[in-house]
């Protein structure tokens, strides 16, 4: 059951007389947060007409005026047609594929880096990996938020040209502490789309299920970057040095540099803005203004609520707690492979770093299914709310099936890879453990990440800031103990344990699909969302319902005349 503003109110005085103050502050801040969050952007959908402010400037005469969208407002992204929105899609993935493509592309280059700059510490050869991905750890709590401030455009397009610069930058390294700098302000850069694509294509869907299909995508596109970088490093590295590495994925970037300059900006607010500007300097009027204009601003602003938002979200949301926790295991375990598999394929089985590169590529059909199975599942979807069966307006039944379907395909796989790398197995045998793998992995990302765009809407682009973060620490951490754990428990039992870790988890989109609601209800950022909407949608029905009965009237009153 969900609590009114009131009772949720009441209930905050009632922890602070108990002497939770931090509880009843964050609390106050969470509630705030989400009353200002609407009012600049969920009204900007909503409103049907420009909405008139009789607070007088100082300096003139005239009202403000806070303009909105207008019904069937073709300036409004989620009217925009639908080859728009697949460029925009397109371009998204291109801008994904190139920072996940960083994120892996020194994974079969680290012997030849080792070599050239003396490395001989296992630990101290994994940290080109490690420190890119503590980059994706710092960059989602700044660009997220941000984004829902600036909008997606200014912030997609400056990381991604800096991004391009410490790519560069890191294959004119000339030692090695030069180059784990370069690769953190890499990764920091490039993590700006993993956080704030989510937030573009929750600007241009409206639908959940058309905003479910271009998440697939994204989640696809997530997968081949990471993939395909250690075969071109295995390969180039070998032949031509490992700098090659980094400019060939200099390359891949300037190719895809051009495309982002026409990427439009789709953050509604901001829209609204430059309208706003527009119109005041076409008609003299300087009380035009949207929403965003009178939003809140400066650095206490910006340290105390928006910055921190991702932050409060993890600590006091549970669907984005528990959601972060599995995901950042899966991820972590996904970066471990990139030291496990030299283990396997290049320990047992004897092969070069580009021949051992080319075992990821299961994983990625794996993923490819995953895709396929998500959009057969949107299909069936779609047909069953066409037929109003009573399961399909359970907002957790939109995705967290496919989760539940993918978490045992991940834990088979981990146990498979590691029961069947030994001498006297076919290395093919342990290699087609990657297909169930990328099919677990994927299909658990795209539920869990379009069950929080669902969930939290125009917080989407913090809710995945807040996982970003997680998983990407988890991704730069975890790989550190892969060594030291398959040397000492060996691959089978290396392995299995992080299946049974997996396994722990698989319990969790269960939990969703039990207490889903509850859960939402206890939540100040999802209560408010729903109590708003309801309210909203109820003004536009009664306003439409009088501006229905005036033209009836006018009809009327023509027709005796």
């Known amino acids: 059951m969900y609590l009114s503003a009131q009772q949720r109110r009441a209930a905050g005085e009632s922890a602070a007389s108990q002497g939770n103050?931090?509880?009843?502050?964050?609390?106050?801040?969470?509630?705030d947060d989400a009353a200002e969050r609407y009012e600049v952007e969920c009204k900007d959908n909503k409103a049907p007409r420009p909405v008139t402010d009789r607070t007088e400037s100082a300096n003139s005469s005239l009202p403000r005026k806070i303009i909105a969208w207008e019904d069937e407002d073709s300036e409004n992204p989620y009217n925009w047609s639908n080859k728009k929105k697949a460029s925009i899609v397109i371009i998204g993935m291109i801008v994904v594929v190139n920072s996940t493509l960083g994120s892996s592309l020194p994974a079969n280059a680290i012997p030849f880096i080792s070599k050239e700059f003396n490395i001989t510490s296992s630990t101290t050869q994994i940290l080109p990996l490690s420190m890119y991905l503590i980059g994706y750890v710092l960059g989602p709590l700044l660009f997220g938020p941000l984004s829902e401030t600036y909008g997606r455009k200014l912030i997609m397009t400056s990381t991604f040209i800096l991004f391009t610069i410490f790519t560069m930058a890191c294959a004119l390294a000339s030692n090695f502490p030069s180059l784990l700098i370069f690769r953190l302000f890499a990764g920091v850069n490039a993590s700006s789309p993993i956080s704030v694509v989510g937030g573009v294509y929750a600007d241009l869907y409206d639908d959940p299920v058309s905003r479910g299909r271009a998440f697939s995508l994204f989640m696809a596109g997530t997968c081949v970057g990471p993939l395909v970088a250690p075969v071109i490093s295995g390969f180039v590295s070998s032949s031509l040095g490992w700098r090659w590495s980094f400019w060939i994925g200099l390359i891949i970037a300037g190719i895809s540099l051009p495309p982002l300059f026409f990427l439009p900006e789709t953050f509604g607010p901001v829209l609204l803005a430059q309208r706003a500007q527009q119109l005041r300097k076409s008609s003299g009027n300087n009380q035009i203004y949207a929403r965003i204009e009178l939003e809140k601003k400066g650095f206490k602003q910006m340290a105390t609520v928006t910055l921190t938002r991702p932050?409060?979200?993890?600590?006091?949301?549970?669907?984005?707690?528990?959601?972060?926790?599995?995901?950042?295991?899966i991820y972590g375990i996904f970066y471990m492979y990139f030291e496990a598999?030299?283990?396997?394929?290049?320990?047992?089985?004897?092969m070069s770093p580009g021949i051992a590169g080319l075992m990821f590529?299961?994983?990625?059909?794996?993923?490819?299914?995953?895709?396929?199975?998500?959009?057969y599942y949107d299909t069936f979807l779609r047909r069953a709310q066409r037929q109003n069966k009573s399961w399909t307006r359970k907002e957790e039944a939109r995705r967290l099936p496919l989760a539940c379907f993918g978490g045992p395909f991940l834990v088979i796989a981990l146990f498979w890879i590691g029961w069947t790398s030994r001498e006297g197995i076919p290395f093919y045998v342990p290699m087609l453990a990657g297909i169930p793998f990328g099919l677990g992995y994927v299909l658990l990302f795209m539920a869990l990440l379009n069950y929080l765009t669902d969930a939290y809407e125009i917080f989407a682009a913090s809710a995945m800031a807040a996982s970003s973060c997680c998983r990407s620490l988890a991704g730069a951490v975890l790989p550190f103990a892969t060594t030291p754990m398959y040397q000492s428990l060996g691959v089978p039992w290396a392995t299995s344990l992080l299946a049974f870790l997996s396994l722990g988890m698989c319990a969790i989109p269960f939990l969703f699909l039990w207490k889903g609601d509850a859960l939402r209800a206890g939540s100040t950022f999802c209560i408010y969302l729903r109590e708003n909407k309801v309210k909203e949608q109820a003004e536009l029905d009664r306003e439409r319902a009088e501006r229905r009965q005036a033209e009836k009237a006018t009809e009327g009153a023509s027709k005796k005349v």
């Open 21 to 31: 103050t931090l509880a009843r502050i964050i609390s106050q801040i969470n509630e």
């Open 311 to 329: 932050l409060r979200m993890l600590c006091f949301e549970p669907i984005v707690s528990a959601t972060c926790a599995y995901l950042s295991l």
């Open 341 to 350: 598999y030299p283990i396997v394929y290049q320990g047992i089985y004897k």
């Open 361 to 375: 590529l299961p994983i990625f059909a794996g993923a490819a299914l995953a895709t396929s199975l998500f959009i």
